[in-house]
């Protein structure tokens, strides 16, 4: 199997297209000045072919993946660099060229070859020196500066690639992190939910299951009745797991909020035949994947909750919306609504439902108020920023 094509850090690649719009700027310069001066054909030959090289440099971000495997490639870049600054004159504008390579070849060479190509370089760079009968005496600068300055450049952009790989690797850390943090949410997610729906069903069917040989003897027609019983929670029971399974596939990145809000909201109403008056904000949406996808797990639970507990005529209301940079989500209804004594008793004795949601928003930074009363209905009410958790 293949392995991945590695990416391009984007600093680095900043960084690498600057040097190279240098490098041509100091080519042209080069040129320019050799107006009204006889110009050698194979150091125009390497000019040309040293632009060339810069323009695929900034226009095929891909090919810096190559230098990195094949360091050769650096090398004869390189070479057509030194070579024209050694035809040039070693105080000629082409130094320029050099100097900006210095930083390519720190940022996409490892550290053998690049030293082996510094070497050539600074070799190639004092043949042309001695070639022309400078004396170092006469030419500090150019003897030494131009080198000392080359070799800075090319330390400091090896160190500058050395801090991007580590950034890299804390990155990928990170995400591996997270990623493991989210499978242990959703497991104690999935879990949470076996607990409060598949669990109490299975209950129920266990119960009524027990009673029918009793029936059987004493009222036929009652145990029919518990049989039928009996089918209708088998029957919630597979349709709860597959939708848990459905969670558990579900991608929420794939559209926006709202749209995603809809759909569930659509799905509810076809499966349960009831009808939610609707309200949502046609821009509503969230930056952050995981607040999508805890306020649509949100909406299908309290939606379900009002399914099974609400009564039969009760109505229900979804509101979603943007408020300011809170991302607000409203589940209400009308139904015969619960006492919050024995909600809270039901989550000390393990029934966590309620407990379950602050735990959802708490993950993505937001916080969740619910309101009921014996016969005046439920409201569900859930604010998060709509970029998650930020530093304050």
């Given at each position: 199997?293949?392995?991945?094509?590695?990416?391009?850090?984007?600093v680095?690649?900043k960084v690498?297209?600057?040097?190279f719009?240098i490098?041509?700027?100091?080519?042209?310069a080069?040129?320019?000045?050799?107006?009204?001066?006889?110009?050698?054909?194979?150091?125009?030959?390497?000019?040309?072919?040293?632009?060339?090289?810069?323009?695929?440099?900034?226009?095929r971000?891909?090919?810096?993946v190559?230098?990195?495997?094949?360091?050769?490639?650096?090398?004869?870049?390189?070479?057509?660099?030194a070579?024209?600054?050694?035809?040039?004159?070693?105080?000629s504008?082409?130094?320029?060229?050099?100097?900006?390579?210095?930083?390519?070849?720190g940022?996409?060479?490892?550290?053998?070859?690049g030293l082996?190509?510094?070497?050539?370089?600074?070799?190639?760079?004092?043949?042309?020196?001695?070639?022309?009968?400078?004396?170092?005496?006469?030419?500090?600068m150019?003897?030494?500066?131009?080198?000392?300055?080359?070799?800075m450049?090319?330390?400091?952009?090896?160190?500058?690639?050395?801090?991007?790989?580590?950034q890299?690797?804390?990155?990928?850390?990170?995400?591996?992190?997270?990623?493991t943090?989210?499978?242990s949410?959703?497991?104690?997610?999935?879990a949470?939910?076996?607990?409060?729906?598949?669990?109490?069903?299975?209950?129920g069917?266990?119960?009524?299951?027990?009673?029918?040989p009793?029936?059987?003897?004493?009222?036929?027609?009652?145990?029919?009745?518990?049989?039928?019983?009996?089918?209708?929670?088998?029957?919630?029971?597979?349709?709860?797991?597959?939708?848990?399974?459905?969670?558990?596939?579900?991608?929420?990145?794939?559209?926006?909020?709202?749209?995603?809000?809809?759909?569930?909201?659509?799905?509810?109403?076809?499966?349960?035949?009831?009808?939610?008056?609707?309200?949502?904000?046609?821009?509503?949406?969230?930056?952050?994947?995981a607040?999508?996808?805890e306020?649509?797990?949100?909406?299908?639970?309290?939606?379900?909750?009002v399914?099974?507990?609400?009564?039969?005529?009760?109505?229900?209301?979804?509101?979603?919306?943007?408020?300011?940079?809170?991302?607000?989500?409203?589940?209400?209804?009308?139904?015969?609504?619960?006492?919050?004594?024995?909600?809270?008793?039901?989550?000390?004795?393990?029934?966590?439902?309620?407990?379950?949601?602050h735990?959802?928003?708490?993950?993505?930074?937001?916080?969740?108020?619910?309101?009921?009363?014996?016969?005046?209905?439920?409201?569900?009410?859930?604010?998060?920023?709509?970029?998650g958790?930020?530093?304050?």
């Open positions: 199997m293949p392995s991945a094509a590695p990416t391009i850090n984007r680095a690649l690498t297209q600057s040097a719009v490098r041509l700027i100091a080519i042209v080069a040129l320019m000045a050799s107006f009204g001066h006889p110009l050698d054909v194979s150091a125009l030959a390497c000019c040309v072919i040293a632009g060339l090289t810069s323009y695929l440099g900034l226009t971000p891909d090919l810096l190559a230098v990195t495997r094949h360091p050769s490639i650096a090398l004869v870049d390189v070479l057509l660099i070579s024209a600054t050694a035809l040039g004159g070693p105080i504008p082409f130094v320029l060229a050099v100097l900006t390579t210095a930083v390519l070849l940022l996409w060479v490892d550290l053998v070859s082996i190509v510094i070497a050539t370089l600074t070799s190639i760079y004092a043949i042309g020196i001695y070639g022309r009968g400078l004396t170092g005496n006469d030419h500090a150019t003897i030494v500066v131009v080198p000392f300055v080359y070799l450049l090319w330390y400091l952009a090896f160190t500058l690639k050395r801090a991007l790989d580590q890299d690797r804390n990155e990928r850390t990170l995400r591996d992190a997270i990623a943090a989210a499978a949410e959703e497991r104690a997610s999935v949470r939910q076996l607990h409060d729906s598949v669990a109490k069903t299975v209950q069917i266990v119960m009524s299951a027990s009673a029918l009793v029936y059987l003897e004493r009222d036929p027609g009652r145990a029919v009745d518990i049989a039928s019983d009996v089918q209708d929670m088998a029957g919630t029971a597979v349709h709860e797991i597959r939708q848990i399974m459905g969670n558990l596939r579900s991608r929420t990145s794939e559209q926006p909020l709202g749209e995603a809000a809809l759909d569930v909201i659509t799905t509810w109403q076809l499966r349960t035949g009831r009808t939610a008056h609707i309200e949502i904000a046609p821009e509503v949406d969230a930056h952050d994947e607040i999508r996808y306020l649509l797990v949100i909406l299908q639970e309290a939606l379900d909750n399914h099974k507990h609400a009564g039969s005529t009760a109505e229900a209301s979804v509101k979603l919306a943007i408020e300011g940079q809170d991302c607000l989500l409203v589940v209400a209804d009308n139904g015969r609504g619960a006492d919050p004594v024995q909600v809270d008793r039901a989550a000390s004795a393990g029934h966590v439902g309620i407990k379950g949601l735990e959802r928003m708490a993950r993505i930074g937001g916080r969740v108020l619910w309101d009921s009363a014996p016969g005046e209905g439920t409201t569900l009410t859930c604010t998060v920023h709509s970029r958790l930020l530093e304050v």
